[in-house]
Nanobody, 121 residues
Framework: QVQLVESGGGLVQPGGSLRLSCAAS????????MGWYRQTPGKQRELVAG???????NYADSVKGRFTISRDNAKNTMYLQMNSLKPEDTAVYYC???????????????WGQGTQVTVSS
């Protein structure tokens, strides 16, 4: 089994910053793509940013220029630096990872439990 644990959420004022972390542990041989999603009540979960094992990243238009995704492959950890936060960034943020548990096996997508980010004055 593989576990993903997010941390770093909280309450921040508009214009502020937060850094989310997502640590993967368990039966991990390799991690391919990883990503951050967010969800608000009554809406579908949406992609915020994704990153490949080689470090290529992509972002939702709404966060380009404000958020930066990164990963430390040696630590099986991914980060999301969020700057210039806006009230509309308020959501539960989830991380995911496509993990292979042994050599030659297909990847399986795992999700974290989510961390709340609230942007409010």
């Amino acid at each position: 089994q593989v576990q993903l644990v997010e941390s770093g959420g909280g309450l921040v004022q508009p214009g502020g910053s937060l850094r989310l972390s997502c640590a993967a542990s368990g039966r991990i041989f390799s991690i391919n793509a990883m990503g951050w999603y967010r969800q608000t009540p009554g809406k579908q979960r949406e992609l915020v940013a994704g990153i490949t094992s080689g470090g290529r990243s992509n972002y939702a238009d709404s966060v380009k220029g404000r958020f930066t995704i990164s990963r430390d492959n040696a630590k099986n950890t991914m980060y999301l630096q969020m700057n210039s936060l806006k009230p509309e960034d308020t959501a539960v943020y989830y991380c995911n990872a496509d993990v292979s548990s042994k050599s030659g096996s297909p990847t399986r997508r795992y999700w974290g439990q989510g961390t709340q980010v609230t942007v409010s004055s």
